[in-house]
């Protein structure tokens, strides 16, 4: 159903992007970048939860030199982060991060760029060339205004005029962001940009917000891209732990159809029917959702006599009742068990259900 624009692929280690190769997830790190071990096990939990690149902020040399030793004890591929200073870049790449971000007009000069150019070709690493509304160039934005949703220019001119600096250089082993806070201009933008270039695109909301209102504004924005067939590449940027952001991106590709990993949970509003205390219990299965990785769907209700048949597409389903409750299958009374023994029993089933799927 949904046709996907066709782009250049490059890769970022061992991660296709573009050229129609599946929608990576990405995160960022929020942690002290030279602090390796901190960095490590952050990393290591967003793998966990499935994050498939993670990029890094490297604002001074301890962490362009804490790059090696985090690249040495992490699985997926590093993108170090990079404002201003070229020779942040090239020691980053140097010391094995497998992409830059960096905006290549505000490295210096031409100088400096044909510097990290020479660095990352050497190295085989590509650059993510990153605009957003606050690094727009002076004079774009003389001429076009801030971005809004009716006119992105100023977006779209620095991001063309950044991919030309690299061009200029025999460079283009390369994505591309605009990021906007704006969910409309993020559209726009993007939809824009797409028609410009077939490089692949990197797309995002930026500085989002919150879990809520933070997971609302990418969806629309990023659901309504990718539903244009435009992103090759993203992250939900949140005020929240990263692994949140995994989370919320996967939701968001499931949602779509785009892409699939671990259970997918559904579960009843409650309403004046609900027999048992659901909050908790919902929360409860979806905390051990997350350590799964079959694609089985699970549903968690609040009475036995709708329950089931509420959620017949789920593969298995609790309901509660007063003072017992249900498991289901495919809207089939599987057990009935009194309340205390009912989330033991379901987790067990789930357990072996994961099993069974590998
Ligand atoms: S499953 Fe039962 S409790 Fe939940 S919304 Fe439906 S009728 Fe209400």
Redesign the pocket.
């Known amino acids: 159903m949904i046709e996907r624009r066709k782009t250049r692929q490059i890769h970022v280690g061992d991660v296709a992007i573009g050229g129609g190769a599946p929608i990576a997830v990405q995160s960022m790190t929020n942690t002290d970048t030279a602090d390796v071990e901190a960095t490590v096990s952050q990393i290591l939990r967003l793998e966990k939860a499935g994050c498939e690149i993670i990029r890094v902020a490297v604002p001074d040399m301890d962490a362009a030199g804490a790059v090696r030793a985090i690249r040495d004890r992490i699985s997926i591929p590093l993108i170090a982060d990079i404002h201003f200073d070229s020779r942040l870049a090239v020691a980053a790449v140097e010391n094995g991060a497998q992409a830059i971000r960096i905006n290549p007009g505000n490295l210096g000069g031409p100088e400096m760029l044909a510097r990290v150019v020479a660095a990352v070709k050497l190295h085989n690493a590509p650059i993510r060339v990153g605009v957003n509304s606050g690094s727009i160039e002076k004079d774009l934005l003389a001429e076009f205004g801030y971005p809004t949703p009716e006119r992105p220019d100023a977006l779209i001119e620095s991001a063309l005029r950044n991919v030309r600096l690299l061009e200029q250089q025999g460079f283009e082993d390369m994505k591309i962001s605009i990021k906007s806070s704006d969910t409309l201009t993020t559209i726009s933008g993007y939809r824009r940009l797409s028609e410009e270039i077939d490089y692949p695109l990197h797309i995002g909301v930026t500085e989002a917000g919150g879990l809520i209102a933070g997971t609302v504004k990418s969806s629309v924005a990023l659901g309504i891209l990718l539903f244009d067939g435009i992103g090759d590449t993203f992250r939900i940027s949140l005020t929240r732990d990263p692994e949140e952001e995994v989370r919320v991106g996967y939701e968001l590709l499931r949602s779509l159809r785009i892409r699939q990993r671990g259970p997918e949970m559904i579960s009843?509003?409650?309403?004046g029917?609900?027999k048992i205390d659901l909050f908790p219990l919902a929360e409860e299965v979806e905390r051990y959702l997350q350590t799964m990785q079959s694609t089985i769907k699970v549903a968690v209700?609040?009475?036995v006599?709708?329950?089931p048949g509420?959620a017949r597409e789920a593969d298995i389903g609790i309901a509660g009742g007063v003072g017992v409750g249900i498991i289901f299958k495919k809207g089939e009374i599987w057990k009935k068990l009194p309340e205390d023994q009912l989330l033991p029993v379901f987790l067990e089933e789930l357990k072996k259900m994961e099993r069974e799927q590998r």
């Open positions: 009843c509003p409650t309403c029917r609900t209700m609040g009475c006599v709708n329950g509420e």
